[in-house]
């Protein structure tokens, strides 16, 4: 199993970014996927998921309005648009990929394959 996430960096308050996670070495289309995050001294946070087919898309209340999730099963890839960047959504963001039962969960421990995160750097 390879995830590999990229697109992090730094960006201004009211900026953009572009996450994207490539997975390779298991079916892609059996998952659905998380994103999460974990910023300094707090705990990992669920931010959004995708169901298999993406016909279920949810958000955290913070980030819901300004983050769009979407995947390519073509391209086994995953990705997070994130617009209207706020100070405290500057974290390291995960991609998490879960099965069934679940088609989706805020819980870190239901999911079985994890990316390394990329960090997310937003100024004021």
């Known amino acids: 199993v390879q995830l590999q996430a990229c697109g992090g960096g730094l960006a201004q308050a009211g900026g953009s970014l572009r996450l994207s996670c490539a997975a390779s070495?298991?079916?892609?289309?059996?998952?659905?996927i998380g994103w999460f995050r974990q910023a300094p001294g707090k705990e990992r946070e669920w931010v959004s998921c995708i169901s298999d087919s993406s016909d279920i898309r949810l958000y955290r209340y913070s980030v819901e309005g300004r983050f769009t999730i979407s995947r390519d099963n073509a391209k086994s890839t995953v990705y997070l648009e994130m617009n209207g960047l706020k100070p405290e959504d500057t974290a390291v963001y995960y991609c998490a990929f879960i099965k069934a039962p679940w088609r989706w969960s805020k819980i870190a421990s239901r999911y079985d394959h994890w990316g390394q995160g990329t960090l997310v750097t937003v100024s004021s």
């Open positions: 070495g298991f079916t892609f289309d059996d998952y659905h």
